[in-house]
Each structure stands twice: as C-alpha cells, then as structure tokens.
C-alpha cells in the first residue's frame, strides 16, 4: 500500500506512485504502463519533472480503467 496518499486517494508523489504500478497495478503490460514506470523513475533520478511523470500515471490509469481524480 502507498505510505503517502492526497486527500482524494491518488499518490502523493513519484515514488508512491512508481509503488502502486510496481505493485498493485492490474495491467502490467502496456506501454503506457511501462513510460508511467520509467517517468516515475525518472523523477528520482532528475530527469523527468513531476508533471510529466503525473500525466504519464494518468494516461496509466486510464489505460487499466482505474478511477482516478484530477489534482
């Protein structure tokens, strides 16, 4: 489970969100999924920003039909 979750249940920041699609995230195989992965990663090496690893979660999530809420 994400230790830090917003007030509307989506994740607080990269790294809990590169845990959720590493850990609870029900279609694995997509390409979406996969640039949402290495876009969570790049945020913690400083090279993706934190909106473009945002915006690539959410095209994740819609992707998997996972209900999410916009920031």
């Known amino acids: 489970m994400c230790s830090s979750l917003d007030g509307s249940g989506n994740p607080a920041s990269a ?27 790049g945020v913690g090496n400083g090279t993706v920003t934190n909106e473009a690893a945002q915006y690539a979660f959410l095209a994740a999530a819609m992707d998997a039909g ?3 809420e916009f920031p």
């Open 15 to 41: 790294t809990d969100a590169l845990h959720l699609l590493s850990s609870d995230w029900p279609i694995q195989d997509s390409s979406s999924f996969l640039e949402a992965m290495e876009a969570c990663q």
């Open 66 to 68: 996972i209900a999410f």
